[in-house]
């Protein structure tokens, strides 16, 4: 099966647009990264990034795969290489080795590295993701935690968007949530996938992306 190409302003924004349109989950499309994409000066000269994505069409193939030994060692490489130019002492430790390829960050006093609403995270997360792209010229989907706030987080948002899917039930009016980045949006939407009361999207562009909780009509 030929891919579709998908462009954005960023490569996770790309992902998601990906998601949206094939109407399945990341771990059932395989993506080739053909430009990074880049912001530019001012907003002067920027490139949006462009992935060509194929759906996996083989039930055996979409299910969690090993990721190959080099992969795994590259991350931590450039993990442990980003950590040491911000000058912090901490251990990278592989949680998964499946796909999505899971690592979180342990030592002390990690604050530094989780940042206001954990937007330092994200931001490592990305970098790290975009140097990796560097090294193995494909899109490896992995998660980047520190001292577990990731899985804090995720409950927390899926608590909340439980909670607010009641007040969109019980009110019959939609409810904007704050901005936020792709993995957390992602966490809302499949949160409330299945839920038979309210639908999802996402609205905005860059960082002022977010989600809009509605009834589901009908």
């Known amino acids: 099966m030929e891919g579709i190409e998908i462009v954005a302003a960023t490569l996770e924004e790309a992902i998601e647009k990906a998601e949206a349109?094939?109407?399945?989950?990341?771990?059932?499309?395989?993506?080739?990264?053909?430009?990074?994409?880049?912001?530019?000066?001012l907003?002067?000269?920027?490139?949006?990034?462009?992935?060509?994505?194929?759906?996996?069409?083989?039930p055996e193939k979409a299910r969690s795969e090993l990721v190959e030994e080099d992969a795994v060692r590259v991350v931590t490489e450039i993990l442990d290489m980003l950590l040491g130019l911000l000058g912090v002492k901490g251990k990278?430790?592989?949680?998964?080795?499946?796909?999505?390829?899971?690592?979180?960050?342990?030592?002390?006093?990690l604050g530094i590295l989780i940042g206001r609403r954990g937007q330092t995270?994200?931001?490592?997360?990305?970098?790290?993701?975009?140097?990796?792209?560097?090294?193995?010229?494909?899109?490896?989907?992995?998660t980047v935690d520190v001292a577990g706030y990731k899985k804090r987080r995720r409950d927390s948002l899926q608590n909340l968007a439980l909670y607010?899917?009641?007040?969109?039930?019980?009110?019959?009016?939609?409810?904007?949530?704050?901005?936020m980045p792709a993995d957390e949006r992602r966490i809302i939407h499949l949160a409330l996938a299945d839920n038979p009361d309210v639908t999802t999207h996402s609205i905005g562009e860059g960082e002022d992306r977010k989600v809009v909780i509605l009834p589901r009509q009908g």
Do not use: N
Request: aromatic share 4%; glycine share 8%; proline share 4%.
């Open 92 to 109: 990278v430790e592989v949680l998964s080795d499946e796909t999505p390829l899971a690592l979180d960050i342990k030592g002390d006093d």
């Open 164 to 179: 607010l899917a009641e007040q969109v039930k019980s009110k019959r009016r939609a409810i904007t949530m704050e901005p």
């Open 121 to 142: 995270l994200v931001s490592l997360e990305y970098i790290t993701k975009i140097m990796v792209v560097s090294r193995l010229k494909t899109w490896l989907p992995l």
């Open 21 to 41: 349109q094939l109407g399945v989950s990341r771990d059932q499309f395989e993506v080739e990264v053909i430009r990074e994409g880049k912001s530019g000066i």
């Open 43 to 58: 907003g002067v000269g920027g490139k949006e990034a462009l992935i060509r994505v194929i759906p996996v069409t083989s």
